[in-house]
């Protein structure tokens, strides 16, 4: 392991409780990390330089922040041996050509194939390193036509046991769905705060108590900058793609306003519905999401009232969000459950404990 | 009140309740409205044309959608007596402009005054009317040099009775300010679904299980196509002109992206990290927000548990968020409350019970 972090740690632990045998070496430029991972449980020994930790090992996973993934990897490989190397970056591109284009043995640049566990990182650090954290997960591999499949078929084995799904696909392919549905969202988020600063200091107001829509698309604005530096540099001609291909779309839109064409926004707006139904039924494997809203007093324990209703219930929440009124004394609750039948159920016992309840289409706010 | 659907609803609900002596009366194009308005009481009388309603009355309400306000307004004004007139629209500038050209005598022109009261619409209907939807909600008047004003005193009292704090605005102001922090998310969220339904379908793949920036970004995508077309369509030149702000931006981004320039990337995104943090703040007028993860297995009741040990300990929970892993067995919650304090507060109360939270700056993923 080069690098012990959420993902790394989260590698070791699940290889010593899952894969009988397994030993888990790490390093990690923060020697505390080292020692945070021992202490955890996450590695067996700790060592003093990615090639030590790469020495000698069937697989060797660079868990290292995105920037440095060019340099660490081509240490590893530069380093020999016959492990196979991947790492866990969330833009692929950018790291699988630098080991094309890397000084070294063809027989060592086989031996990389890239990679990225689509997998929750709630909170950084070996601390928060779980063993279960790549349990039917995702697990991105980007083999090519150069990799050796022997090292492919040994890294494809371990990642299933780690209890993810192993799943192959171009570096561009996947940069660009990072690019739709991760990158593209971050950089929305920053560009909207940003206007929305600038449009209450020049009008001198204080930001209007509206609907969730502001608070829902700014929530990610301005996470983590080095973090998001190093993915938005290493995805830069993806992202950059994907940016003027939605600049594209914002112009037709403004067309479609300077001509006041009423039916034609109309319908602009019912393909997006289209859109996001279609995508929520894709994330839930075909069933279909049902929105509820609640009006709700705005206090301490109303949540737990409703959710111990539906929980008590046995209808499970896929997604929830609260919306204080402008008193901060009343508001609502939007749940979002699987289902229409679902729904009627949670509509029954919410209204049960007293609250009204409606089923809606979709977030509405005017 | 011309338009009995929740907001007239809730305004002559309030008004029968917090006013004394205050009589409303109702005109609705569907007349089912009219007769769930008078089950609901919130109207002493229902009524056969927009002009009807309005006659010998003290204020008439204009509460219909916003493609039909010129119109309405114009009727009701046409047809004379001595009323205050203003209308409930989330675009000023249009009816506002509609009335300063309606060829009307000025005393008549002078008696509308143009509103907007930002209340929750977290259902449409009067059955979701309700007598406190207004209780301190910021309620945006646009009296201009010709308004009269003993009539824009008339109506700014049985505002302010309604439970309402009425806020002078400028129609451009307002118009600004809405296309910036509820028009533009939406316009954002509808491209952003059709790009990535576009990306997902022509690379065959399904929507990847990341983090939840996409699922917040998208939220309100579709969102009530007739509803949003009168909006987008009555206050186009102000999200014409913000939407070409946003691209702009977004070409400034593309530029450095283009230059592969790191540190200025991440300047960028720093911007919007204190951009992120100045709104929050002024929006919960002082207070710090601060943003805890928990990591839980997902599973009915689990909500409850944490919102009951909360709500025990007193921590009120300003917002929240569910992420399901794509195993859809665990996964995460984000939990945002008010204040450092109440921050250190929770994290025991959730450790109390097991589980894993951490405080975190800002949500991340990567």
Known sequence: MVGVGLIGGSIGLAARERLPGARVKGY????????????????DEGCSSPERAAHDVDIC??????????????????????SAVTD????????????????????????????HPLAGAEAAGVRHARADLFEGATWYLTPGE???GVHYDRLYRVISGLGARPTAIT????????????????????????????????????????????????RVAGSNPAVWRDIFVANRETIGAELQAYAAELERLIALLRD?????????????????????????????????RVSVPNRPGIVAQIAVA???????????????????????IALWVAGAESAERAMELIAGIGYPATVVANGDES
Not at 67 to 81: D, F, H, K, S
Not at 266 to 292: C, F, M, P, T
């Open 28 to 43: 990690d430029r923060d020697p505390a990390a080292i020692e945070a991972a021992l202490e955890r449980g996450a590695v």
């Open 61 to 82: 996973f660079v868990c290292c922040p995105v920037g440095q993934l060019g340099t660490e990897v081509g240490a590893v490989l530069g380093a020999g041996g016959d």
């Open 88 to 115: 866990v970056g969330s833009a692929k591109r950018a790291v699988v050509d630098s080991v094309r284009a890397a000084q070294l043995p063809e027989s060592d640049r086989s031996r990389f194939i890239g990679g």
């Open 146 to 148: 150069r990799t050796s």
């Open 171 to 218: 570096p561009e392919t996947h940069d660009r769905l990072m690019a739709t549905v991760s990158h593209l969202p971050h950089v929305l988020a920053n560009v909207l705060v940003g206007q929305a600063a600038r449009a209450l200091l020049e009008e001198e107001q204080h930001l209007p108590a509206t609907g969730p829509s502001f608070r829902d698309a700014t």
């Open 260 to 292: 006041g064409d009423a039916s034609a926004v109309e319908q602009w707006i019912e393909g997006a519905r289209a859109d996001r139904q279609r995508l929520l039924e894709l994330e839930l494997a075909g069933g279909a999401v049902s929105e509820l």
């Open 310 to 332: 539906l929980g008590e219930g046995g209808v499970n929440i896929v997604d929830m969000a609260l919306y204080p009124a402008a008193d901060m004394q009343s508001g609502a």
